[in-house]
C-alpha cells in the first residue's frame, strides 16, 4: 500500500479507535502550556503534571516567571529531569516574551521557534491544542517511531518526518495527528515489543511481523 493510501486509511480508523485523542499536559492558557511542553522534554506527561499545579500556583504571569529565581525555579521542577536546563530555558523564554511580545505569546511558528528554549516541537504543540493554527506535525519519539513503522516516513530526523507527514494528512489534520500516533505508541506500538498480534491496525500495517504469532 501506498504512504498516501495508509495515511488516508488511518485518517479514518485512528478517530475511531481514539475518539477522545488531545494533548495530555494541564494547562489552562498558553503561557501554561508553553512551560509544560519545555518541561515534557525527556520526562512523561504524568511527572510534568504533578509538577504544575505548585508551579503555576507561583508562576501566573509572565513576568512571574521572568523575575523567580534560577535556584527556586530549579527546585520546582526539579523531578522533571534536565531541571536545570528547563529552569533556564523557561525565564529565557519569558524575558523574551517581555522583551519582544510584551508579554503575549505569539501566534506563529516562526516568532515562538525563534524564542530561547522553544523549539519547532514545543512551538507546534502550543499553536496547534492551544490556538487551533497547525503550521505543522508534532514529532516526539512515539510520532517518529509510528510514522517510520507505519511507512509514512523513511527518515529519522523529526524535521524530515514532519515534511512527510504534512505532505500525506490533510493540514485541518495536523494537530490531531500527532495525538493519534502518541496514543497507539503508548497503547500498542511499543518501542520494545510492540503488540502487533492484538493492534487494530495490523491488516493495514507494512511493520505487522515485528512480533510473529
Ligand atoms: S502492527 Fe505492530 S508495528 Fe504496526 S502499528 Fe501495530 S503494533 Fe505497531
Request: glycine share 4%.
Amino acid at each position: 500500500m501506498k504512504p498516501h493510501q495508509l495515511a488516508s486509511l488511518l485518517a479514518q480508523k485512528f478517530p475511531q479507535l481514539y475518539p477522545d485523542a488531545h494533548c495530555e499536559l494541564l494547562y489552562s492558557n498558553p503561557l501554561e502550556l508553553l512551560v509544560a511542553t519545555i518541561l515534557s522534554a525527556q520526562c512523561t506527561d504524568v511527572r510534568v503534571n504533578q509538577v504544575t499545579p505548585a508551579l503555576f500556583q507561583r508562576c501566573k504571569t509572565v513576568e512571574d516567571y521572568a523575575s523567580i529565581s534560577q535556584q527556586e525555579l530549579e527546585t520546582i521542577v526539579h523531578s522533571t529531569g534536565f531541571f536545570r536546563n528547563k529552569a533556564t530555558a523557561i525565564r529565557k523564554t519569558a524575558a523574551a516574551l517581555l522583551e519582544k511580545h510584551a508579554g503575549k505569546i505569539p501566534q506563529s511558528l516562526a516568532e515562538l521557534s525563534a524564542l530561547p528554549g522553544v523549539g519547532r516541537k514545543t512551538a507546534n504543540v502550543v499553536l496547534s491544542n492551544v490556538f487551533e493554527i497547525h503550521e505543522g506535525v508534532v514529532v516526539d519519539t512515539h510520532v517518529g517511531r509510528l510514522s517510520q513503522r507505519l511507512g509514512l516516513t523513511r527518515h529519522h530526523q523529526p524535521v524530515k518526518i514532519e515534511q512527510d507527514l504534512m505532505k500525506l494528512f490533510p493540514q485541518k489534520n495536523w494537530g490531531i495527528l500527532s495525538h493519534w500516533l502518541i496514543l497507539h505508541g503508548r497503547r500498542r506500538c511499543y518501542a520494545r515489543k510492540p503488540d502487533c498480534i492484538e493492534c487494530e491496525l495490523r491488516l493495514i500495517c507494512p511493520s505487522k511481523d515485528l512480533v510473529k504469532k
